[in-house]
């Protein structure tokens, strides 16, 4: 039996395709962003480091800030005059906190550092002056980071979707979601939690609505946004290879899985 879906007649899975990003959001200095998801709980998007340069200094405020690598390799300052960094390459997680301002440097003079990259609340950028040494004295915190070798399995999953997480934040969340090739995931929703995800590898289709007869299908570069509360089920279309996400939430991965 297939469970009729409760969701309101407004309420769509939508799927932004790779070729259709925007380019019209904050930006800052040699750090070209592109939005893929742009919802009021959550910004979701593409962040390009150029080859050989380095971003202008910068925080997010109020918004909380989590990242992946998807290519190259990048070093990110912060902290008192900006003395501290880390340094991140390909399937590393990150987490910046509110209000820490950070400059980032690309460590290939020839390869760009691609991020996959979400926000609470908006794409919030607020670009500074280097030398204003005041934007110390709003936070204290730091940048924190997961390595690929380092992620959760400790978290809420469902049926052919295991999770892993990579950061796990106040109002954040994100992670690394896998779909079994050629099975369907149990129906689910995601309670009050804003979903927005990034295709890295393998295709997929999520059905939704009334007895999920709507879907979107999805590929690698392909963005998602999906609704609070609305039940979905997704597909892997390949019997051989599996579909691989990284996915985040806001506020947290809220998994209810549902009867179908």
Do not use: C
């Not at 395709?17 to 019209?24: M, P």
């Not at 009021?40 to 690598?69: F, Q």
Request: hydrophobic content about 35%; charged content about 25%; glycine content about 8%.
């Amino acid at each position: 039996m297939v469970m009729k879906s409760t969701s309101k007649s407004n309420d769509k899975v939508i799927a932004v395709k790779a070729a259709d990003l925007s380019k019209e959001t904050a930006q800052s200095k040699n750090l070209p962003r592109a939005t893929g998801v742009d919802s009021p709980d959550l910004w979701m998007g593409r962040v390009i480091g150029e080859a050989g340069k380095v971003s202008g200094a910068h925080h997010h405020g109020e918004a909380e800030t989590a990242g992946y690598i998807l290519s190259g390799r990048t070093r990110i300052y912060f902290g008192e005059n900006y003395k501290e960094y880390v340094d991140l390459g390909p399937g590393d997680f990150l987490y910046v906190p509110p209000f820490v301002p950070h400059i980032e440097e690309t460590l290939s003079e020839k390869e760009p550092v691609v991020f996959i990259t979400a926000r609470t609340k908006a794409n919030i950028v607020v670009n500074l002056d280097e030398k204003d040494t005041s934007v110390f004295s709003k936070t204290d915190e730091k940048i924190v980071v997961v390595r690929a070798n380092e992620l959760n399995e400790a978290t809420n999953q469902t049926e052919n979707l295991p999770r892993m997480t990579g950061v796990n934040a106040q109002n954040i969340w994100m992670g690394r979601v896998v779909g079994v090739p050629g099975k369907d995931s149990g129906a689910h929703h995601h309670g009050e939690a804003q979903t927005g995800g990034y295709i890295l590898s393998g295709h997929t289709r999520i059905y939704f609505g009334e007895n999920y007869e709507e879907f979107v299908e999805l590929g690698p570069g392909d963005f998602v946004n999906v609704p609070p509360n609305l039940p979905h089920i997704e597909r892997n279309m390949s019997d051989t290879e599996p579909i691989v996400f990284i996915t985040s939430r806001n506020p947290r991965n809220i998994v209810v899985n549902l009867d179908s």
